[in-house]
T-cell receptor
Framework: QQPVQSPQAVILREGEDAVINCSSS?????VHWYRQKHGEAPVFLMI?????EQKGHEKISASFNEKKQQSSLYLTASQLSYSGTYFC??????????FGPGTRLSVLP | DGGITQSPKYLFRKEGQNVTLSCEQN?????MYWYRQDPGQGLRLIYY???????QKGDIAEGYSVSREKKESFPLTVTSAQKNPTAFYLC???????????FGDGTRLSIL
């Protein structure tokens, strides 16, 4: 079953912060985060493992709450280059991996 | 440099025609995947393969076929049975279950 992402879209000014949420109704082994720029392929950002620590990638970090079956992606002091669609992917074990519908992020100057 | 190569970048299909999209990887990955992406939408899994000569249907396999004769190659055929093939097709690979996926640059398929 596809995870739920919120919000569907967000518009920021450069330097502002944003949070993107991903939740699943099924138990999670891990959560992956990807970013896709318009017309391009998705690019892997980070993976959050069950029992693992919060991960970070430049000014982008993420957390994983196993009990709530959800993950959040934090974008701090956003840059123009952060614009794109962010997808979470949820791993439920046994080749049961599903991408979320995506959150479209636009960073304006 | 290692990576995934998809070709062609753009493809046009006539009514009743089968077309084949190429996907080659030199990352030595065991698993390969095909996704379909419609405008403004997420990625839907068509087929995946965990090992040579074996593949499984994804969520939207109807109208598509694949083969995995070599570890490096996972071509996708869009058959005439797929009535609405216009989409962006992405090929991906990884080392196995739960590992990050690496994507090719995609093929845009349109109907003439």
């Amino acid at each position: 079953q596809q995870p739920v992402q919120s919000p569907q879209a967000v518009i920021l000014r450069e330097g502002e912060d944003a949070v993107i949420n991903c939740s699943s109704s099924k138990a999670l082994y891990s959560v992956h985060w990807y970013r896709q720029k318009h017309g391009e392929a998705p690019v892997f950002l980070m993976i959050l493992l069950k029992g693992g620590e919060q991960k970070g990638h430049e000014k982008i970090s993420a957390s994983f709450n196993e009990k709530k079956q959800q993950s959040s992606l934090y974008l701090t002091a956003s840059q123009l280059s952060y614009s794109g669609t962010y997808f979470c992917g949820t791993d439920h074990g046994g080749q049961n991996f599903v991408f979320g519908p995506g959150t479209r992020l636009s960073v304006l100057p | 440099d290692g990576g995934i190569t998809q070709s062609p970048k753009y493809l046009f299909r006539k009514e009743g025609q089968n077309v084949t999209l190429s996907c080659e990887q030199n990352l030595n990955h065991d698993a390969m995947y095909w996704y379909r992406q419609d405008p403004g939408q997420g990625l839907r899994l068509i087929y995946y393969s965990q090992i040579v000569n074996d593949f499984q249907k994804g969520d939207i396999a109807e109208g598509y076929s694949v083969s995995r004769e070599k570890k490096e190659s996972f071509p996708l055929t869009v058959t005439s049975a797929q009535k609405n093939p216009t989409a962006f097709y992405l090929c991906a690979s990884n080392r196995g279950e739960g590992q990050p996926q690496h994507f090719g640059d995609g093929t845009r398929l349109s109907i003439l």
